[in-house]
């Protein structure tokens, strides 16, 4: 099977029914585990992107949250939630079909703290520097929870 085709096909399918135009395509050993494009618009859920789904798809399949044996066929370069997500799961490699450089003149997201040619300025400030209001309550109870962790998760 010709996973870039797959994708392609699948993030094509999307746009048709009115979705957008990104996909994602998990395969370990040449099989296909998981697929999915993104479905933000369908689903009014912001993180329902391709990557995002597919990956919980996977990890559910193969009970695990390791994909470490696993190819990722991708649309595009990913967006920083998917890219997070693709480090935390270490799939052996992500294959992207094109960059944002190639499909912008198409595609632009449309978010009030998010656009794509500045976020990684952005996202390297200091917090307080950043254009998304943060702010922290400390509260020493936070602490409690990791405590409690370590302490039921020693090995």
């Known amino acids: 099977m010709d996973f870039v085709k797959r994708t392609i096909d699948l993030a094509m ?25 993104n479905r933000v618009a369908q689903t009014n859920d912001p993180t329902a992107h391709a990557e995002i789904l597919a990956i919980r798809e996977a990890c559910q399949r193969l009970g695990t949250e390791h994909l470490t044996d696993c190819d990722i066929y991708i649309l595009a370069s990913p967006c920083p939630m998917c ?62 929870v990791y405590r409690r962790w370590q302490a039921l998760n020693k090995k």
């Open 13 to 37: 399918k999307n746009v048709e029914e009115g979705g957008r135009p990104f996909a994602a395509v998990i395969v370990r050993d040449g099989e296909l585990i998981a697929e999915s494009p």
């Open 83 to 144: 890219l997070g997500s693709l480090y935390y799961c270490s799939p052996k490699q992500v294959i992207y079909i094109t960059t944002r450089d190639d499909y912008a003149p198409f595609y632009k997201d449309d978010r009030k703290y998010f656009e794509l040619d500045t976020f990684y300025d952005e996202f390297a400030k200091p917090i307080g520097a950043r254009r998304l209001p943060m702010v922290q309550k400390n509260d020493e109870g936070a602490i409690k």
